[in-house]
Every structure is written in C-alpha cells, then in structure tokens.
C-alpha cells in the first residue's frame, strides 16, 4: 500500500518537475509527449497543439534529466538503506563509506586515460567506477573493521579519510590534465545536467536490475539486525549475504556516480526519514527508500537548476543543503 | 541414540585453548545444564554445539550426523540458539520477531503460509509474549524480550535449544518464569535444552543432568545429586561452600562458607 502510494507521487512528481523551469509547460503534456512516443497508444494521442519546441525540451532535455534523476536518487537510498541494515550502522551510505569517490576515481582514470573497452553495453567509464568504488570499500572496511565489528569511529574516520585521499588524487589528475577539467569537476561536485537519453539508457538496465536483485536478501538483512551469531543460527549465509549486498549495492551507487558524479546525503538521509516513518522491516524500507530518493532527487534538482535562473548549480550542493540539517534535526529528534 | 554425541573436542581463540579435550553424550528429552567458573568454556561450548565456531580438532554429531555436514537451515531447523546478549536496537514488533523463527523453514521466494501464523501465533502463546505481539522490541523490558528470543527459537520448531546465559540479566522472577517455561517445553514436547548457567542453585533445581566445567574440560556430570557436591565446588571455585538440601523444594543448594 505504501510503496503503491509512494509510486504513484513519483510518478506525478516526475511529470510536476519535468514542467517548472523557464518554458512555460503544463504537466499533463509531459504525460501526453511520453505517450505519444509509445508505439499502439501513440495512435490515440495527439501533439499537434503543442508547440515543436515545448515537444523538444521535454523529450530532449527535462525527460532523461528528471529520469536520470530518479535513478541516481533511488541507487543511492537504496545502496544506503542495505549498508546502514548490513553494518548495523546508521553513519553508512555511500558517501560517507568512499563509495563515490572510489567511483568517481575509478571514473576519472577512464576519462584521463581515454580508455575505451565497453561491455555489455556499459561505458568503460561506469566499469572503471565500479571498480575503484569496490577497491575503496575495501579498504575503508578493511581498515575500519576492529576484530569482527566495524564501529561508526572508525568507519567514518576510515571513510572520510580514504575519500579525502581519492579526492586529492582527482584534483591532480585536474591541475595536470586542464582539458578534462570540466568533465571532473562535474564528477566531484554531482550534476544531472545535459546527459541525454544515451548515459541514462546505458546504466537503467544494470541499475534497475541490481536494485531489484538486492530485493531478493531482505529477508537476511532483517534477521541480522538482531545480531549476526543469532543470524547465522537460523540458518543465514552471513558471510555471503554480506558479500552480495555489498557488491550490488556498491554496482549500483557505481553506474550512478559513473554519470552523475558524486552526490552527497541523499543514501544518509532517505534510509532514516524512510525507517523513522515506515519502521526497520527492509522489505518495505528498500524499496520505499528508492522511492523517496527519487522523489528527492528530482526535487533537489528543480531546485539547482532554477534558484539562479539561467544559471545551474551542481546538486550536489542543494542535497547537502538540504540533508545536512535535517539529518542533524533526525539525530536530535531520535535522541529524545 | 544420543541427540548430541561430542568426540575429543579442542577449540579455542587465536592461541588461547579454551576447550581442552571434551567428549560427552545427551540423550534425548534431557534438561542440560553446563556450570562452571567464567572462563570455563560455557559459552563456548554452547556455540561449537550451534556450529558457530569450527573445532581445531573432534568432532560433533547432532541425530547421528556430523554438524559440518548440514546445510546452514537444516541444522536451523533442528538447533535453535538464544544468544546471551540480545539486544535489538531497531524498532521491529515482537510479531515480527518471532516469525523469523520461521527462515529456516522457507526457501528464499517462498511466503509465510497459514501454519507459519499457526505456528508463532502458538510459540507466542507458549512464551506469554501474545499480548506484546505489537509492541516494538525497543520497548519491553528484559525479561519479556528474553521471552520474545525464546518464542522466536519456538517458531523454529527445533528438538534441540541451546541457550547461553538466558537468565543472567533478570530479576529473579523473571529468572523462575524463563526456567519454568523451559521446563514445561521440556516435559511438554520432549525439547532437549541444554543451557549455559552460572547460578548453581537455579541449575540444581531444573536439571536432568549437570555438566561442571573448570579450564576447558568437563570435570564431573550427572545428576544435580551426583554433581553438586562440596569437594566438587570446592574444587573448581576455590570456595568453602555447605551443600544441603533445600526443605522447601527438595533439590540440593550451596551456601558460600566464608562470608
């Protein structure tokens, strides 16, 4: 029921803020463009009063940009939601941990190293990023683990320790290399702006399947929040199950950070807004986390590209305008 | 045959031996309880008997079979555990709780069916948690979340329930409710429970059988009778102790002599 209502406002938000911006366009006519697109409705729906341009800034621009949107939004709630359950640790999102700036690292060395090998139709660009965000993890965890816990200290000094340090490395590969500045410093600052349709079809397949196979543990990921000794009794894989959600959630937060660049608060936030209101149970908490982070994605990027009309800020800076202090306001809230 | 058949077990953590060469049997149906110092190897005897621990050397066998040889939910379904520290710090409801008794039974994609709500509708039942059943386990008390564990290692449908320390952090008549529950579980429906405990008195009145621990070995074992006696206590807590019987109750009981 909830996550059927939760739908149904992405959906509604989808076509509210594909229309704000400085065209005047009314929502229903998101919805009758998309319809005309698709083969058999399209015969009943037609555009015509519609001017060419309003056809064009829609399906061109705004459609894959708030699409885009809702994906990043809901990879990285969902990535973070399943950490935060995995670790037993509320400070773990994918941001926090090293994650994205292991991807945009990984993503940086494919842009600097004009290295070309695609597969299966994913860019190099979103394979280097998997690859440096699964390096980073491994460190940060490595690193952070103190006998078989891993205590928020030292995650977070772990993780932020490691972030600054692939951060610094970026800003060298951007002194050294000046042509691809502006290609990095959308990787480090977040933006969902001029993709296209092209980087949002190449990552929806991979992002919206690790979503949904990462739906397949959370039976696993409930038992282990009462304790992983009484997990393993019952018969859960700890380990494996650790392995699986690790590597899915750091896969799709990857295919995220390999287009949008590093987005911060938003996997910290939703998971806790979300597990505030719906409770523990990640059989509703992840999907409904994705929900809600694509709503809040979509909505965050409203926000940056119309505060300074023409002007666009990276969202990056509106989520951690807006999560910061209201995640101080949850942690002062769950304190009483 | 036994239920539990444990060979020349060794075990320990890094270099520290904690368990020193133990072998022993427990026949079905038995109340079990394992006594000694701490250090003894309680707990960890508990654990190496739930598989959650792999021996350096011996082996266990649970109905015959060895306990490395069960996939990880069969042996669920036979052994169920309750840890000494249980606590839950995310806001599940105690129904919620007690029907992951259930995981073990289901395949991954498989959905709770009419004798799962049976079945931990009835554990709750048995444990007296059913008018908690929507409370949130953050907001019950020890005694009752002890319970709670208790009817979710029901729902498992287990023979064998092993439980680690489960009246350590109780008032005393939560202690009495738990034992008797685990009693009647016992008596009822044949369960072999066998359970970590350090007060001797308590061990002495519930028992069927005794193991004393000291150093990683089982010094003595049988009856509460056989057991529980001074030059025993003595020995391994380093204590003068009078062992009398208790008028009110009819079992054995222990008095500290050096107060």
Known sequence: MVLLGLSAILILSIGFFSVLGTADIRSIDVFRIVLSKIPIIKRHISIEDLPASHEAIIWTIRLPRVLLGVLVGASLSMAGAAFQGLFK?????????????????????????????????????????????LGAVFIVINIAR???????????LAGIATSQFLTAIMSLFMVMNSKDLAKIVYW???????????????????????MIIMNFF???????????????????DVEKVKIYVLVLGTFMVSMSVSISGI????????PHMVR???????????????LVGGIFMIFADLVARTVISPMELPVGIITALFGGPFFLYLLRASKR | MATIEVKDLYFGYKDEKVIDGVSFEIEKGNLVSLIGPNGSGKSTMIKLLNNLYTPWEGKIFVEGKEINSFRKKELARKIALVPQ??????????EEIVRMGRYPHKKRFQREDEEDHEIVEKAMKDTNTYELRDKAVTEISGGELQRVIIAKALAQKPSIILLDEPTSHLDLNHQIEILNLLRKLNKEKNTTIIVAIHDI?????????????????IVDRGSPEKVITKRNIEFVYNLPVAVHRNKYTNSLSITPLNV
């Open chain 2, 201 to 217: 008195n308590l061990a002495t009145m519930y028992s069927d059988e005794i193991f004393m621990l000291s150093g990683g070995k």
């Open chain 1, 146 to 156: 103190v006998s078989h816990k891993i205590p928020t200290t030292t995650l977070l």
């Open chain 1, 188 to 210: 480090t600052m977040g933006t969902l702006a001029g993709k296209g349709w092209k980087p949002l079809v190449s990552i929806s397949i991979p992002s919206i399947t690790s």
């Open chain 1, 263 to 270: 987005i911060g608060f938003v996997g910290l936030i939703i």
């Open chain 1, 218 to 236: 959370v039976k696993d990921l409930n038992i282990m929040l009462t304790g992983e000794e009484s997990a393993q009794s019952m018969g859960v």
């Open chain 2, 85 to 94: 520290n249980s606590s839950i710090n995310y806001d599940f409801t105690v």
């Open chain 1, 276 to 290: 505030i209101v719906l409770g523990a149970d990640h059989k509703i908490l992840l999907p409904a986390s994705a």
């Open chain 1, 89 to 133: 640790n509320p400070m773990a999102d994918p941001y926090v941990i090293g994650i994205s700036s292991g991807a945009a690292f990984g993503a940086t060395i494919a842009i600097v190293l004009g290295i070309n090998i695609s597969f299966l139709n994913i860019s190099t660009i979103s394979i280097f990023a998997f690859i440096g965000a």
